[in-house]
Structures are given as C-alpha cells and as structure tokens.
C-alpha cells in the first residue's frame, strides 16, 4: 500500500535559517503531493502541491519539487519566520477517479518545527 | 473566507459511552472525510463519503463507527462505545473533487476516560 515517511522531528531552527524537511513515499500509482501546515490550534491547512513529476508547488516562499526518481517531495524555505512554527505534513492523494469516488489522503507522521527568533 | 468548523473542540467521555463529534463542511463541497491522529503518531484516514453514502472506510473504521450528513449541513460521526483507544484529535474535511484540495476543520479532541 501508499505510504508517507518525514524526517523525525522536532526541528528547531533560528530566525532567517534554511530549512529542509524530507519526505519520501512509496505509492503503487501516479499520486499527487501535498504538503499541509497546522498552526498551533487550528486544523490543517494545504501549503502547497504538486501533481506530476517534476512539478514545483510553491507558497509563502516553500517550495517541494515533485521528484519520481527518488519518490522525494522535500519541503524548503530559504529564510524561516517565527511565525513559520507549526507542524508539517506531507501527503500523497489521487483525484476522484469517478464522479463518486472520495478518495482519501495518506499522511506522514508530521513535523514539528519551531522557529526561536 | 469559508472555513469547515467542528464542534465541539474538545470532549472528555467514560470508556462505553457513545459520542457525536459534528462537522459543518464548506457549503459547495461534495466530498467529506473523517481522520485522526492519536497523539504523537500520524494523521488516519477513517472515513470519505459522498452521495449521502460511505465511499471508502478504513480498517479503522468498524461496526463502533458510523457518520450521517442528517440535514445536509451537519456531518457527524458516531462512536457507538468508545474505548480508551479512540482518544485522538478527529479532523473532518470536505473537498469539491479530489482529496488533495481537502479544507480540514481545527479538530475535536476526544479523551476517554
């Protein structure tokens, strides 16, 4: 079955520092990518995705770059914020493969990240 | 901005009693899930639902489980006799068409005690 592996967190960094945050996923199709944030008491929110290889998503200044040949959609940022402290998920997701279809996403583990200024 | 708001945000309940966790999904959307993450591992699908029926459940998802959209507004899910192990954050969602699009709700957390 599909699966979602992220670097073990807890990540701290300082203010302005490049961040990574490593992901890789075995699937047995063609998925999507996501990443998703949660900000401290509030739910997920989509950050950014990708849908095919090769393909960037970008927002908010991170970026992960789609890659097949590693099975990799690694998350940056060139200048972390304090403001940027959440936790991380990376997801993979098919679209609807019918009008009837709910397809689900498959999550990792999360990422804590906190930014000290 | 349209939000999906769940209520309530947190629930303490004795092992064996039933629960609702209640979702409002954004109005437009068409597709609507439940997940959850026990504390401190990942986030679980449990549930999609379309057409007013189960799309997809997990294994998670067993006869103590059940979700209704009663009034086509609300989307709730029903833990019959909840266990020690069903303290989790539970996140519902809901899309327009593919998961990935998914908008999630803050979370109910649920501790049974």
């Given at each position: ?6 670097m ?46 090769d393909?960037k ?53 999360g ?7 | ?38 504390l ?22 067993d ?7 009663p ?19 539970y ?14 709700g ?8």
């Amino acid at each position: 079955g599909d699966s979602v592996t992220q670097m073990e967190g807890p990540v701290t960094l300082s203010e302005e520092a490049f961040l990574t945050i490593n992901c890789t996923y075995t699937a047995t199709g063609y998925p999507s990518l996501f990443w998703y944030v949660q900000y401290p008491g509030e739910g997920l929110q989509l950050l950014l995705k990708a849908t095919k290889a090769d393909d960037k998503g970008s927002n908010k200044g991170f970026e992960a770059t789609y890659r097949k040949e590693t099975t990799s959609f690694h998350l940056e940022k060139g200048s972390v914020q304090v403001s940027d402290s959440a936790v991380y998920f990376c997801a993979l997701g098919y679209p609807a493969i019918s009008s009837g279809s709910a397809r689900q996403l498959t999550f990792g583990s999360g990422t804590q990240l906190t930014v000290l200024p | 901005e349209p939000e999906v708001t769940q209520t309530p945000s947190h629930q303490v309940t004795q092992m064996g009693q039933e629960v609702i966790l209640r979702c409002v999904p954004i109005s437009n959307h068409l597709y609507f899930y439940w997940y959850r993450q026990i504390l401190g591992q990942k986030v679980e699908f449990l549930v999609s639902f379309y057409n007013n029926e189960i799309s997809e459940k997990s294994e998670i998802f067993d006869d103590q489980f059940s979700v209704e959209r009663p009034d086509g507004s609300n989307f709730t899910l029903k833990i019959r006799s909840t266990k020690l192990e069903d303290s989790a954050m539970y996140f519902c969602a809901s899309s327009v068409r593919t998961a990935g699009e998914a908008f999630f709700g803050q979370g109910t957390r649920l501790t049974v005690v």
